[in-house]
């Protein structure tokens, strides 16, 4: 099952434990973990889970030199409490045999295979402390071989040695008397193993166990690569409707070190409380429209795609994004409006609000507004030119420009109901963000960076800027505190992207502190008052501090 995370990325009840760890974890170390971890947060999880597990392994260890029941319960009990979070997990039918599968294979070797290893284990608190084993439980090897020790355990489990108090004749085990075993009894930690310990049996089990490992990691890959085959399978209709065509006079690309004003897929922030990636198959996908609605409507992933498309440029940004941060993206989307679904299905009147649910659980509520407006949200089924990468969302995701991720941009979207704010629940809002998240306007310095030693002279200072749905103004950069200086914006793409900047600085020798502040197109600039992103975002003024010369 280790083998199967480490390896498959496969789901297993240690993803599920650890979904359910997340789901459990109070928002502030959430955060906590967001901002410092970043997107290692979840490798950091699954590092402590295993850690954990591997305690539990040793303690359940120590636990079977004494007690075999007492070791037996308690695996039991923690492939049941697997089984439980697999099943608590689970979404679509594929998913629940792909989770719940792999945690009763997990329930049943673990207990298997330690009644196996300690089969003849005889130690027991109820043994008289000297107590050296009869030796019924040999197991024969081999012709002539027997690999049984049987040496005495003490009560604390801590073994003693036999010598002065020699085993009667008829519970010598063979082994007593072959050379070998014997000048290994002295002083040996064979002599700490239980009564009834067999090496070779042992190892016979463990190597067993390997290899039921091995085949659980290729079921788990088979379960597992679900989603991957089935976006390699599938293509995207072209959008009828496309983007303006981007030309060389809306990007600062050619500055280096800026951020490149398309974010590749691999290079795409990622932010979710997914441990496992959903595997879903796009050809049994649906969506369900539903709530208030005058007809409820069911569509395929092939009807999705039958409608009018339309190919976008915007750029997403996650609420938990600190000033300087990088949990920001553009990219170029392709999908079915909203708005066009919901025309299809006609909202009653009295909805404000569309409660999106995705395969894994994830519950986010959008206003209504927002997704009839004419930023155009849309259901996007591809990114940059390709299907959604499963990370991001496969096989279709929401993305609704100008609202950070958490309230609009819902991946492995499965389920919209039309409703209103005051009838429900979603997943952030009940961990203390707001239900109303506009994207708030915000610039980044990507270079130089802080400590970054510079020739004195012309430097290029430069960076992104965003203020979705409205559009940035103007940027604006400030070195020690004085006067701000208009930074270079090439031509504006849409007011849902962002914007490089650039900013000819002549640097003079010593310490200095660069700030950059944005204004956008509503008039209003960037407050320097820093405030962390729970409720509704960061604010604040990015800074960097070089040494010239
Ligand atoms: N199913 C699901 N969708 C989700 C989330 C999630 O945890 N689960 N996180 C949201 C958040 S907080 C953000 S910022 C965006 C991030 O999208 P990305 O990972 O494609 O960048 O996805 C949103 N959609
Ligand atoms: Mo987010």
């Given at each position: 099952?280790?083998?199967?995370?480490?390896?498959?990325?496969?789901?297993?009840?240690?993803?599920?434990?650890?979904?359910?760890?997340?789901?459990?974890?109070?928002?502030?170390?959430?955060?906590?973990?967001?901002?410092?971890?970043?997107?290692?947060?979840k490798p950091f999880l699954l590092a402590g889970i295993f850690s954990a597990i591997a305690a539990l392994a040793a303690v359940t260890g120590v636990i079977a030199w004494r007690s075999r029941r007492a070791a037996l319960v308690l695996t039991t009990i923690l492939g049941l409490v697997g089984l439980a979070a697999a099943y608590a997990d689970r979404t679509t039918l594929v998913d629940t045999a792909a989770k719940v599968a792999p945690?009763?294979?997990?329930?049943?070797?673990?207990?298997?295979?330690?009644?196996?290893?300690?089969?003849?284990?005889?130690?027991?608190?109820?043994?008289?402390?000297?107590l050296v084993e009869a030796p019924e439980p040999l197991v024969a090897v081999g012709a002539g071989r027997t690999a049984v020790s049987a040496p005495t355990v003490s009560q604390a489990g801590v073994a003693t040695t036999t010598a002065g108090t020699p085993p009667s004749a008829a519970a010598e085990p063979d082994f007593l008397r072959s050379p070998m075993a014997r000048s290994k009894r002295t002083g040996s930690t064979e002599n700490s193993a239980p009564a009834g310990f067999d090496r070779r049996a042992f190892l016979a089990a463990a190597l067993a166990s390997g290899a039921v490992a091995a085949v659980g990691v290729g079921t788990a890959r088979v379960f597992g690569d679900v989603g991957a085959r089935s976006r390699d399978a599938i293509s995207i209709p072209k959008a009828s409707d496309v983007a303006p065509q981007l030309t060389a006079s809306m990007t600062l690309?050619?500055?280096?070190?800026?951020?490149?004003?398309?974010t590749s897929n691999s290079d795409f922030y990622r932010v979710d409380t997914a441990l496992s990636v959903p595997q879903i198959d796009a050809g049994s996908w649906s969506l369900k429209i539903h709530g208030l609605v005058d007809n409820e409507l069911e569509l395929s992933f092939a009807d999705l795609v039958d409608m009018p498309l339309i190919e976008r440029r915007v750029t997403l940004a996650c609420v938990s994004n600190e000033v300087g941060g990088h949990y920001a993206g553009n990219a170029t989307w392709v999908g079915v409006k909203v708005s066009d679904l919901l025309k299809q299905v006609g909202v009653t009147s009295g909805a404000d609000a569309v409660k999106s649910i995705s395969v894994d659980g994830m519950t986010i509520a959008t206003p209504l507004e927002a997704l009839t407006d004419d930023r155009e949200a849309m259901i996007a089924v591809a990114m940059n030119g390709q299907p959604l990468p499963l990370e991001h969302g496969?096989?279709?995701?929401?993305?609704?420009?100008?609202?950070?991720?958490y309230v609009s941009a819902t991946k492995w979207l499965v389920d919209l109901e039309v409703t209103r704010f005051a009838d429900f629940h979603a997943y952030w809002t009940d961990r203390g963000f707001s239900a109303q998240a506009p994207i708030k306007t915000f610039s980044r310095i990507d270079v130089p960076t802080s400590f970054a030693n510079l020739p004195a002279g012309k430097n290029a200072v430069a960076g992104v800027a965003w203020a979705q749905d409205t559009g940035i103004k103007s940027v604006e950069v400030s070195v020690d505190g004085g006067p701000w200086q208009p930074a270079r914006?090439?031509?504006?793409?849409?007011?849902?992207?962002?914007?490089?900047?650039?900013?000819?600085?002549?640097?003079?020798?010593?310490?200095?502190?660069?700030?950059v502040r944005s204004t956008d197109q509503s008039g209003y600039t960037?407050?320097?008052?820093?405030v962390a992103p729970r409720p509704d975002g960061a604010t604040g003024w990015h800074s960097v501090n070089v040494t010239v010369g």
């Open positions: 099952m280790i083998v199967s995370v480490v390896v498959g990325g496969a789901p297993t009840p240690i993803t599920a434990v650890g979904a359910r760890v997340i789901d459990a974890t109070p928002g502030a170390v959430k955060d906590w973990a967001v901002e410092h971890l970043g997107t290692n947060d945690a009763v294979v997990a329930l049943g070797v673990s207990v298997g295979f330690l009644h196996l290893f300690t089969r003849h284990w005889t130690a027991d608190q109820q043994r008289p402390k000297r690309d050619d500055v280096k070190g800026i951020t490149p004003y398309l496969f096989p279709a995701r929401m993305v609704v420009p100008g609202l950070y991720g914006l090439p031509r504006q793409d849409s007011i849902n992207t962002w914007r490089q900047w650039v900013y000819e600085w002549d640097a003079h020798a010593g310490n200095h502190q660069i700030e960037q407050t320097s008052r820093r």
